[in-house]
């Protein structure tokens, strides 16, 4: 293996992608400038994405286990938010990650530059410092970390603060009466399920039959009852028409997918309908780059752009948008530009949604599986027959295993149920390991835990289950 690490490199971008490139390329020993807008290190992620959202449903949590703890024989008082408190504690848990970040980078003796970054040609970059004094600087190789930014739908665009992005529901400014989640993904449920648990009336609209398309029904199912009881409404195959600022509300026009319509006044409204890509980087016309037909940044396996000496990684070059598929891409980038042979070739990658209960799936999913007319084994374990689930009150969760039955090869892990975010990091490892069903089997869990349920799902694959009595076929 030839190393090169004498480089001189940029990445733009300072959010997982971009900081753990510019991490890894320092400790590999080259001279790396990173540039971003913020004061530190942390992107999307940390500053306005995965990090203040769980900070978020963890207090959500509490209070919906508080209303839950009636049913132990525990009643606690209704709780009073102090709402300018909760914020600062979301505030700090930012601060405190990203204030971490810029003290790893400066130990690193990375180049931190605060503001914005264009092409001037492949290797020079102009940099405007948030100050407006700029400087052009020029590099070996270039690495793109830009990111995205909330979609944008141009029914649903009025001037009003009452008109939310994830961003402008994070700053949790006030907890409005009613606020109404246009699109049912993970960001509208998350977000919708904080305000909800603060005592927001919420209504999500989302136009597909049903909610979180991509993951497996029956993982939805269990979270899509829950919801409905903490929820005023979820309204399926409806659509966002129009938006109306009446001043006191914003009046929205739904209709459903029958073309009837209805109209409903509301306190807020969040648009969460997707993410788009960063890609209009000033300059970037005056590189190689090129940049597909959805707005992402193609590169090859190495992450290597069309242009040679520009690689990019993250959000900003595809699906799925999450940040350890970006911290992943960011080190790979980084060890194809030292010369390692590597190449971004996961076997599974996992989502997971962390509302309550948690939906988490990695590598194929039955719908998946149906859609390609592949033959596989599903075997699922519910968690009503958990020792741990009932202790915890919780026993509307599943795990399943998609199994090859040819080879009995793991492919597929799904689960639903509190925790089940933590969970799926075995399914990942099986499925990247090639375990077999019986490897899994055999692995003893410990007990009483959540995780058992992996391991019981593959005794339920081969019949052998002691927790559940399955009488056998035939
Ligand atoms: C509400 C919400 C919750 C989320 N929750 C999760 C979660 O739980 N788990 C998960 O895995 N993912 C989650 N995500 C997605 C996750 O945040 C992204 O996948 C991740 O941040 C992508 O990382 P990235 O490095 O590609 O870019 P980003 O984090 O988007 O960072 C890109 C950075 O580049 C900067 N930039 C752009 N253009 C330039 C330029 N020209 N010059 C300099 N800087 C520039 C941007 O300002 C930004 O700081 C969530 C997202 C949102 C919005």
Known sequence: MSETTNLNIAVIGAGPGGYAAAFLAADLGMSVTLIDPELNPGGVCLYRGCIPSKALLHVAKLIEESHQAKDWGIDFAPPKIDLARLRGWKENVVKKLTGGLGVLSKQRKVRYLQGRAAFESSTTLHVTRADGSGESLAFDRVILATGSRPAIVPALKLETPRMMDSTGALNLEDIPGTLLVVGGGYIGLELGSVYAALGTRVTVVEMLPGLLPGADRDLV?????????????????????????????IRAT???????????????????????????????????????????????????????????????????????????????????????????????????????????????????????????????????????????????????LLIDPQTERVLGVGIVGVGAGEMIAEGVLAIEMAALAKDIALTIHPHPTLSETVMESAEVFFGTSTDIYRPKRG
């Open 221 to 249: 199912l269990p979270l899509h009852k829950r919801l409905e009881k903490m929820l005023d409404g979820i309204l399926l195959n409806t659509t966002v028409a129009s938006v109306k600022d009446e001043g006191s509300g």
């Open 254 to 400: 739904l209709k459903t997918q029958d073309g009837a319509t209805q109209e409903k006044v509301f306190d807020r409204v969040l648009v969460s309908v997707g993410r788009k890509p960063n890609s209009e980087i000033s300059g970037l016309d005056k590189t190689r780059v090129q940049v597909g037909p959805r707005g992402f940044i193609q590169v090859n396996k190495q992450l290597q752009t069309d242009d040679p000496d520009i690689y990019a990684v993250g959000d900003a070059v595809g699906e799925p948008m999450l940040a350890h598929k970006a911290m992943h891409e960011g080190r790979t980038a980084v060890e194809a530009i030292a010369g390692h042979k590597v190449a971004f070739e996961p076997n599974a990658i996992p989502a997971v949604v962390f509302t309550d209960p948690e939906v988490a799936w990695c590598g194929l999913t039955e719908t998946q599986a149906q859609n390609e007319n592949r033959e596989v084994k599903v075997a699922k374990f519910p968690w009503a027959a958990s020792g741990r689930a009932i202790t915890l009150d919780r026993p509307e969760g599943m795990t399943k």
